[in-house]
């Protein structure tokens, strides 16, 4: 099997990435960054006469857009294990048996944390049991 198929290549949503920080001096914004951007200084005087260590430190997070992204990211890595575990009956010979489904539950459950190749492993090594 090609195990490069069932890579997620979504990158995992990390909180940072939705977050803007700004710095305030007197009540002005005087710097912002997005996600994990560049500082974006927004007064000149920043670095001269402000610095930004001095300043009020704010963070706020687009909670929606990131539990979207992680919303996203579930579900392509489930899409993902679908697809894995369908092949995998294919490979095994065992489309429509009646205790494919058992066979994955045990060989995910003894595999899973390895990745799928120790999935796929453990269920060559269960195969026999179900076979007629």
Not at 61 to 77: G, I, L, N, T
Not at 110 to 127: K, P
């Amino acid at each position: 099997m090609d195990f490069d198929l069932y890579k997620n290549t979504l990158e995992y949503p990390s909180q940072s990435q939705f977050a803007t920080t700004y710095w305030y001096r007197a009540g002005a914004v005087v710097a912002k960054r997005v996600g994990n951007g560049e500082i974006e200084i927004l007064d000149a005087r920043v670095g001269d006469d402000i610095e930004l260590g001095a300043c009020t430190k704010e963070t706020a997070v687009d909670k929606d857009a990131f539990r979207d992204a992680r919303a996203a990211y579930s579900a392509e890595s489930g899409r993902l294990t679908e697809l894995f575990k369908r092949d995998l009956f294919v490979e095994l010979g065992i489309v429509g048996h009646p205790k494919a489904e058992k066979l994955y539950s045990i060989a995910w459950d003894m595999g899973h944390s390895s990745g799928f190749s120790d999935i796929e492993t453990v269920a060559w090594d269960l195969l026999p049991l179900i076979q007629d």
